[in-house]
């Protein structure tokens, strides 16, 4: 299936890439570290023998994926009356910084501000005719989705050390190097230096996915390495073409 969301940096377009590099054998636990729109998550098959985790340190995502999780028809309620108009989107987004209100009321502003934004970067009012009823549509179907799915708000780092055993597979999709300023200050430069020393010391096996540059290629030349190559959307003219890396500690 589906995600119900746009994401910055979302892997639509990769996830069957991602997903045919999978291992072979089936692991006890899946846990997607990175989880966004969760679109790997979506696009798996679920097994009921399978712990699955999605984890972000996004908290109005997380509140977003937890209501849906849980309350999928009163956040649907919550919606029903949301128009698409640049007054609303600001006063949607200045609500987003006050207290005062419900969890369900901030998933439903959450939900209606990426699906509004330009890019889905939920600060600025996409002009581009759009809804959010197919998101809202959506919303039964990914709640049954996310039944057995255990949702977490950790970092990465302690996400990692709380879930890592042998039999553990770990999707990673952090923010790309030189892209972190778009997730806010929850990931900076030293920690693809980070992550990279708690992945080489893990029990279980991970499959990350990052941008094609010399750092990353340098930081992970102990691992598989392989490259993907995809169309990027956002490229009118010239080459459209864009490279992406599959590292894996697995063959
Ligand atoms: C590239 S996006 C993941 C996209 C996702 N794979 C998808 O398909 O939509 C990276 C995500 O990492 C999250 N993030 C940033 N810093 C983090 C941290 N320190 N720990 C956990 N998640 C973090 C961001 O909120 C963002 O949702």
Redesign the pocket.
């Known amino acids: 299936m589906n ?1 119900f969301i746009p ?6 377009l990769l ?1 069957k890439e991602i997903l045919s590099r999978f291992p072979k054998e089936q692991p006890s636990r899946y846990i ?9 998550l979506f696009a798996k098959e679920h097994n009921s023998k399978q712990l699955e985790v999605y ?4 908290g109005d ?1 997380v509140n977003l994926y937890r209501c849906v999780k849980y309350h999928a028809q009163e956040v649907q309620r919550e919606c029903e009356f949301l128009l698409n108009s640049r007054e609303i989107f600001i006063n949607y987004k200045e609500q987003m910084n006050i207290n005062g209100l419900t969890d369900i009321q901030r998933a439903a502003r959450f939900l209606y501000l990426i699906k509004v934004s330009f890019g889905a970067d939920g600060k600025t009012y996409g002009t581009n005719a759009k809804n959010i009823s197919y998101s809202v549509n959506m919303l039964p179907e990914i709640s049954k989705r996310l039944n057995r799915v255990v949702i977490e708000n ?4 302690n ?1 990692i050390k709380v879930y890592d055993r042998n039999n553990a597979l770990f999707y990673l ?4 190097y030189k892209t972190e300023k778009y ?2 200050n ?2 900076d430069e030293e ?1 693809h230096i980070k992550l990279r020393d708690i992945l080489k010391d893990i029990k279980g096996k991970f499959i990350l ?1 990052y941008n094609d540059c010399a750092f990353i290629r340098e930081l992970y030349s102990d691992f598989y390495i392989e490259e993907v190559e995809r169309n990027n959307n956002l490229v009118k003219d010239g080459d459209s073409r864009y490279k992406e890396l599959i590292i894996r500690n697995y063959k």
Do not use: H
């Open positions: 995600s994401w910055i940096g979302g892997k639509k996830r997607e570290v990175f989880g966004g729109a969760g679109w790997v984890n972000d340190l996004n995502l950790k970092s990465y780092d996400l999709d952090p923010p790309y997730y806010g929850l990931f920690d996915s």
